[in-house]
């Protein structure tokens, strides 16, 4: 079976660039959740989601972070305008009952 | 504030060796206890849960969880180079939030 499924691996853009990270969460799982990990502050969860429906975004930084969920097959996370302060690997997780956590490979993002 | 606390490291054992990774956690009524680990480069995968008291065996690994002391370890025994990496401990607190609360790991390195 395939995994989580995050795309694009890498993104190299320009202060004040929109950015879209995007996740395919294993087939059958119900929670998605969004992660960004720093040396300095490890992993930090942003948003997750619940049977498509978004439960807590109580982590997202501020509104140029928005995340969706239109259906249970992807997700995407958006920051627009970008700054370098974002510069992290973003990871995508899925799980089912919410235990273990099912993690794709990362988007690492630089925000020169 | 709930928190979970790791020593950073990094931790260097000679190879056979036992390594003994510690977490702390604040959150008396958490009930669900995770050990990642994440290679360099890669995301966290799940090598152990644990939810009452006591110890937990997994071929090599051993999990103790300590509720009183609000103390969960990670034995691992025969280390080889390949356990190299950073072990991630992970608390689900209590209460209707129920969300993973994450240490920032303990860096490992098994020396042959």
């Known amino acids: 079976d395939a995994g989580v499924i995050q795309s694009p691996r890498h993104e190299v853009t320009e202060m004040g660039q929109e950015v879209t990270l995007r996740c395919k969460p294993i087939?059958?799982?119900?929670?998605l959740f969004w992660y960004r990990q720093t040396m300095m502050r490890g992993l930090e969860l942003l948003i997750y989601?619940?049977?498509?429906?978004?439960?807590?975004d109580s982590g997202m930084p501020e509104d140029r972070f928005s995340a969706k969920m239109p259906n249970a097959s992807f997700s995407t996370l958006k920051i627009q305008p970008s700054e370098p302060r974002d510069s992290a690997v973003y990871f995508c997780?899925?799980?089912?009952?919410?235990?273990?956590?099912?993690f794709g490979e990362g988007s690492r993002l630089t925000v020169l | 504030q709930k928190e979970v606390e790791q020593n950073s490291g990094p931790l260097s054992v000679p190879e056979g060796a036992i390594a003994s990774l510690n977490c702390t956690y604040s959150?008396?009524?958490?009930?669900?206890f995770f050990w990642y680990r994440q290679y360099s480069g890669k995301s966290p995968e799940l090598i152990m849960s644990?939810?009452s008291n006591g110890d937990k065996e997994d071929g090599r690994f051993t999990a103790q969880l300590n509720k009183a002391s609000q103390y969960v370890s990670l034995l691992i025994r025969d280390s080889q180079p390949s356990d190299s990496a950073t072990y991630l401990c992970?608390?689900?607190?209590?209460?209707?939030?129920?969300?993973?609360?994450w240490g920032l790991g303990t860096s490992l390195a098994v020396n042959p």
């Open positions: 997780a899925s799980s089912t009952g919410g235990r273990e956590l099912f």
């Open positions: 087939s059958g799982h119900n929670s």
């Open positions: 989601f619940n049977n498509n429906v978004p439960i807590d």
């Open positions: 959150d008396r009524g958490s009930q669900s």
């Open positions: 644990i939810y």
């Open positions: 992970a608390v689900l607190n209590a209460g209707n939030n129920r969300k993973l609360i």
